[in-house]
């Protein structure tokens, strides 16, 4: 088992920045890779990113690519989404995730395991 513990997160304008964490604990020698997701209000939940566990290699959504970077910090067990350039359609519930075995980046059913929703709200 793999517990996902979430933070961060809060209310900013456009062109601003926030910064999410997720530190992972348990069998975290499973892991495959972290990803995060993120669901606005009325629409499916949707890949933003996702780095490889031990690896490093990462893969980005093109709505965020260049604005986003996600990083781990193995020490912490921890994978962190800094956000800069935001916009107000980066306004969402986001969730960090993580899975076991290799496959689809962007499908969350794909994942395993999931944190708590983080809300993050960027005005006009």
Known sequence: ??????SGGGSVQA?????LSCAA???TSSLYAIGWFRQAPGKEREFVATIYWGRGGTYYANSVKGRFAISWDNAKSSVALQMNSLKPEDTAVYYCAARTRSGSDINPAEYDYWGQGIQVTVSP
């Open 1 to 6: 088992q793999v517990q996902l513990v979430g």
């Open 15 to 19: 062109g601003g920045s926030l910064r």
């Open 25 to 27: 604990s348990g069998r």
